[in-house]
């Protein structure tokens, strides 16, 4: 069921950008683009040209900056003037495509669009087929389905409804998880349900929001189950929680075995910049690029990380810094709660040697300065210090 090709289609011009607090300037837009292109995702979402003449603008500008058979997608309603809108804003990208949006789940039908069943079908195959005749027949149109992922209690319908954009000439079928309520397997289970219905109709697609946190795990097992194109951003940027973050998507797949056509060595200076943009600062604890991901301070990982320094797998490491573009490299720092090796590690470093002994010592040294301070750090130019001392004395 895994396809033989996964495609990475970035949103953040789109949907990260639309959750800022304060939006990107069309230079910022730009650039923006150009770190995605040396990213080398397989698609760009630009934006949203109907909104506003400002995104309207922008959209054109990034479509002629696109490179040559880069995917370039802009984002509409199902609404033909909208629609026109949006291919007069893209259409000179070298591979545009046209998406459109329209809500499927029965809360969403019944609550918010307040027509029946019968009309979501006909909008539906209205918006699709004005937007086949304008773009002619060799130009992707992707529908997305809004709220698939909260449409368990009318599913026969929302695959129906997908088929109805698939006859009126969508060949990129969108699963979004709008909001994320439920876990993981009961949205999978949905998109291995559309895959069986759609087959080779159409490429299957993945867009999941991240409210519970499990937006990157639900897109990666999605490709299990015949998805083939993943939406991500970059950051994990997005309404309210945020989309699948792309870093951790493509990691996960890379560690996996599969081949993407990512620039990995680009992730971590990417997100760096792409913080210094937004103002939103990337977290310690954040898978791949968080400041504290390759820090040891526990006495058995501590023991385990210097025995595979050196190897391609670490005990405690996923991927080297390096793979993603990181200068940093794994450290041990000693706590209350490190032990032995991380001393003889951090004075070998230094190039100290010091007696089995000699550690025991320090070790116990070291151990009584930190809980009787409040539990702290005990740096490595204090226990090179204490190493000196101890030498001296001896």
């Known amino acids: 069921m895994k396809p033989k090709t ?32 040396e990213l080398n995702v397989d698609g760009i979402e630009v934006g949203f040209p109907s909104s506003n003449e400002t995104e309207f603008h922008t959209c054109q500008v990034l479509s002629k900056r696109a490179p040559k058979g880069k995917p370039i997608a802009a984002l509409s309603r199902a609404n033909q003037n909208e629609i026109a809108v949006t291919w ?21 039908i019944k609550h918010v669009l307040k027509i029946s069943e019968k009309e979501v079908l006909q909008k539906i195959r209205n918006s699709i087929s004005f937007a086949r005749s304008i773009v002619g027949p060799g130009i992707e149109i992707q529908f997305s389905g809004e709220h698939f992922g909260d449409a368990i209690e009318n599913f026969a319908f929302t695959k129906e409804a997908f088929l109805t954009a698939i006859e009126a000439g969508a060949n990129i079928i969108n699963l979004p998880n709008t909001v994320e309520r439920y876990r993981p397997m009961v949205f999978v289970n949905m998109v291995k349900e559309i895959k069986d219905v759609v087959k080779d109709k159409a490429i299957i ?40 973050n792309l870093y951790e998507t493509a990691i996960a797949l890379h560690q996996n075995g599969e081949n993407l056509n990512i620039n990995f060595q680009r992730i971590y200076p990417t997100a760096k910049r792409i913080s210094e943009l937004t103002g939103i600062p990337i ?37 080297s810094p390096e793979f993603v573009g990181r200068m940093d490299k794994e ?36 151990k009584s300065i930190s809980s009787r301070e409040n539990n702290r750090e ?12 101890l030498l001296t004395y001896q």
């Open 331 to 366: 450290t041990i720092s000693f706590t209350n709660q490190s032990g032995h090796k991380a001393i003889e590690f951090l004075l070998h470093q230094r190039g100290i040697q010091v007696s089995k002994e000699g550690i025991h010592h320090l070790f116990s040294l070291a």
């Open 205 to 244: 697609s993945i867009h999941t929001h991240n409210d519970l946190g499990m937006a990157t795990a639900t897109s990666v097992e999605s490709v299990y189950v015949g998805a083939e194109q993943i939406e991500v951003a970059l950051n994990g940027l997005g309404e309210r929680a945020g989309n699948t």
């Open 6 to 37: 996964i495609h990475i289609q970035d949103v953040t011009l789109r949907d990260g950008n639309q959750a800022l607090k304060r939006p990107w300037t069309i230079d910022e837009k730009i650039e923006v683009f150009d770190l995605l292109v």
């Open 88 to 108: 007069e804003a893209i259409q000179k990208a070298d591979c545009p495509r046209m998406h459109i949006v329209y809500p499927v789940s029965d809360f969403s």
């Open 283 to 319: 977290g310690e604890k954040t898978p791949i690029i968080g400041e504290d991901i390759f820090s040891h301070r526990s006495g058995i990982h501590q023991d385990g990380v210097t025995k595979t320094l050196h190897q391609s797998k670490g005990a405690y490491r996923t991927f």
């Open 378 to 389: 005990i740096t490595e130019a204090e226990l090179v210090a204490l190493s000196q001392s």
